[in-house]
T-cell receptor, first 115, second 111 residues
């Protein structure tokens, strides 16, 4: 299994541009999430999904959209990039089982620089 | 969601045992305690999870007292490669997709 994959690994945008960060998992996980991590900080939850067709907002959803048309894919869209969105973005997935199966698997991250 | 408090940073030396304590005074009955490890430029990685008493795996041990208001991650005989940020999370299993991370503990291991 490839696990959780993210593309691109690195992206530079100009203010006002839009783009989509891709995330895919091949573990048949129902739960998927997007986090951002600013330098020296912990992770902050942007959006999450508990299954295909179901999404909800996390701590810092403004400026981002998500959709979940398939179990495997959970893209994150930046509508109009701003310098404040410069960060590292991590996608994660997990089982929908109980207790000890609920650990999350993280992708390698996408570094985004907005000029 | 239960809030967690852990030290911002810790230093230790190779071969030592390192214990990182996390406080979670508002932990709920259904909450599990989970620890993640994050190396620079990588996503977090699951280390260990527990509900009560003691849990041990090949990487670490997790000690949880009876009142569950705190937990201690124990790393035996650390090496330089254990230098990382360690996150303590408390959440019920049904909300795994929206787990909230704190700032974590930055552990530095010296030769």
């Amino acid at each position: 299994n490839a696990g959780v994959t993210q593309t691109p690994k690195f992206q530079v945008l100009k203010t006002g541009q839009s783009m989509t960060l891709q995330c895919a998992q091949d573990m048949n996980h129902e739960y998927m999430s997007w986090y951002r991590q600013d330098p020296g900080m912990g992770l902050r939850l942007i959006h999450y999904s508990v299954g295909a067709g179901i999404t909800d907002q996390g701590e810092v959803p403004n400026g981002y959209n998500v959709s979940r048309s398939t179990t495997e894919d959970f893209p994150l869209r930046l509508l109009s990039a701003a310098p404040s969105q410069t960060s590292v973005y991590f996608c994660a997935s997990s089982y929908s089982g109980t207790g000890e199966e609920e650990t999350q698997y993280f992708g390698p991250g996408t570094r985004l620089l907005v000029l | 969601l239960a809030k967690t408090t852990q030290p911002i940073s810790m230093d230790s030396y190779e071969g030592q045992e390192v214990n990182i304590t996390c406080s979670h005074n508002n932990i709920a009955t259904n909450d599990y305690i989970t620890w993640y490890q994050q190396f620079p430029s990588q996503g977090p990685r699951f280390i260990i999870q527990g509900y009560k008493t003691k849990v041990t795996n090949e990487v670490a041990s997790l000690f949880i007292p009876a009142d569950r208001k705190s937990s201690t991650l124990s790393l035996p005989r650390v090496s330089l490669s254990d230098t990382a940020v360690y996150y303590c999370l408390v959440d019920r299993y049904s909300s795994a997709s929206k787990i909230i991370f704190g700032s974590g503990t930055r552990l530095s291991i010296r030769p």
